[in-house]
């Protein structure tokens, strides 16, 4: 009596609704996870030891300006050690997240379906969150090994989050609320990548102890998950104080679009030889090896090549993604306006958007490292690149949704996972080729993004689709003519069988 009393009193106190208080949480959950995960690229540069540069190459290295100089290399935290970290050591050091993010993807998945997205969602950041406030320590003890060790663990932490996050919002919005949820939660990254380089330069700017940036962010990922556990929940029905006419409103609209069905096990065997979701795979490949490589390397690039010093190289590094996270909401307006109004069909929009966040972004980047070491010309092509690059949240990033709403959640784990490779891949590959930080070594590195942005651009263009495949529905669509692996699911008991009665028996055989 006691609880039923309490919750009758939180529902007349507390007006606002709060699926709106799922969709705040998720914001501030992709806002930190992205702060967690970018730091580093900023900090790294104050944690390694400045070796003299390389003035010998003349023409290929940028003039300091100002008092730059200083406030990069000899303005550090005298508390801390400084590390003899080359180039190739600190790509390796900036990959390591990678690799525990790219494990996690479909585990994650699978635990969100079986005990809910809330505590996969909330333990996995609190994971992430610890280590990364632990990280000073681990470095302290164990110095480059220690730092490696802490990032796979960070990485491994945010794996499950993408997945539980597309669960969630499977359970608490209804569709014709998606799109703006959608923006709102999954926008956080992007607030994320703005706050984590330009915080992290406040916090390292006049020899500020690069420690404080993994202190703080841990303990708003700490934070965030004390708030979360407390304030979210699974689904509307297990929620103890929302309205009743909230509830009322989720249940009815949610089953209504068949989002409370319960599903037949992931058909993995048709979902594995499925082109189309090979074709999405390159694509994401294509477009998180050149988004993973700006948000990981480009703070080195306008420290180390550019000059800027470290305070400038957090507003610097952050810019590119205000950029980004405006014309998000432009491209994904125009192109559902688009497809309202049957200007062009979902197939097309998401081949017109692949191709709005690749390829002109792909030009961009290759223009940037044609600017040498004009700051302003160089900047503004990076922002522009990375506003173009936009279009992906209009295209790839949602296209699983589209070829496979039933499985959307599976798929995008399955997608995100592999694409997530990248990141395991471009920060070391930029570390080996720019070994001295000279102009010409980071255009052989930009031109590296500008092939694969394309590449993989043209092969979705080709093979590409943004229709619902037979294999997300079998009952809709049945099986195609040349499928000989067996059936999708087993047959239910409320499926009709074909029945046949024998001549002098009134035995019945079921025939399958």
Request: proline share 5%; aromatic share 14%.
């Amino acid at each position: 009596m006691a609880l039923t009393g309490w919750r009758r009193i939180l529902n007349k106190v507390i007006f606002i609704p709060q699926r709106y208080v799922f969709g705040l949480l998720g914001l501030f959950a992709l806002a930190n996870s992205f702060t967690m995960r970018v730091c580093l690229s900023i900090t790294i540069v104050t944690m390694v030891k400045k070796l003299p540069s390389a003035s010998h190459i003349v023409g290929e290295t940028c003039p300091t300006v100002g008092s730059t100089s200083s406030t990069n290399s000899s303005v550090i935290f005298e508390g801390r050690e400084k590390y003899d970290w080359d180039e190739s050591t600190q790509g390796l050091l900036l990959s390591a997240f990678y690799y525990g993010y790219v494990i996690t993807h479909l585990p994650g998945g699978l635990l969100a379906e079986k005990f809910g997205g809330k505590w996969t969602l909330g333990l996995s950041l609190l994971c992430t969150s610890v280590s990364t406030a632990l990280t000073p320590l681990a470095v302290g003890v164990g110095g480059a090994v220690g730092l490696f060790i802490m990032r796979v663990v960070c990485g491994l932490g945010e794996g499950p989050v993408t997945p539980a996050f597309v669960l969630l919002m499977a359970r608490w919005v209804p569709p014709a609320e998606r799109s703006r949820f959608g923006a709102m939660i999954f926008g956080g990254a992007q607030i994320g990548n703005i706050a984590g380089p330009y915080i992290s330069g406040l916090l390292l700017a006049n020899g500020g102890d690069w420690a404080n940036v993994f202190y703080v962010f841990g303990s708003l990922g700490v934070l965030w998950f004390l708030f979360f556990t407390v304030l979210c929940y699974s689904t509307p029905n297990s929620h103890p104080f929302i309205s009743d006419e909230e509830r009322d409103y989720l249940n009815a609209n949610i089953t209504a679009s068949g989002l409370h069905k319960k599903l037949d096990p992931v058909p993995f065997k048709a979902i594995l030889r499925s082109p189309q979701l090979w074709v999405l795979v390159v694509a994401a490949i294509g477009h998180d090896w050149g988004y993973f490589t700006m948000i990981t390397d480009l703070p080195k690039y306008f420290s180390d090549v550019l000059k800027f010093n470290i305070k400038d190289t957090g507003l610097m590094s952050a810019l590119p993604y205000i950029a980004m996270y405006i014309c998000s909401f432009i491209f994904a307006g125009f192109c559902d306006f688009c497809i309202r109004r049957k200007w062009h069909s979902i197939t097309t929009g998401r081949k017109i958007y692949t191709t709005v966040s690749s390829t002109i972004p792909a030009i961009f980047i290759i223009l940037a490292s044609y600017s040498g070491c004009d700051r302003v010309k160089a900047v503004g092509f990076f922002i522009a690149s990375m506003a173009f690059m936009a279009g992906f949240y209009s295209s790839v990033k949602i296209n699983a949704m589209d070829i496979a709403p039933n499985y959307a959640g599976t798929c995008s784990a399955f997608v995100n996972g592999l694409a997530a490779v990248s990141g395991m891949i471009t920060p070391y590959m930029v570390g080996l080729l720019t070994p001295d930080q000279t102009l010409k070594q980071w255009r052989n590195a930009f031109w590296t993004i500008f092939v694969v942005l394309i590449g993989t651009n043209i092969v979705y263009l080709i093979w590409g689709s943004g229709e619902q495949q037979w294999w997300d529905d079998v009952d809709k669509y049945g099986y195609p003519v040349n499928w000989k692996h067996g059936p999708l699911k087993k047959r239910s008991e409320n499926v009709e069988k074909k029945v046949v009665y024998p001549k002098h028996d009134h035995s019945p055989v079921v025939l399958d």
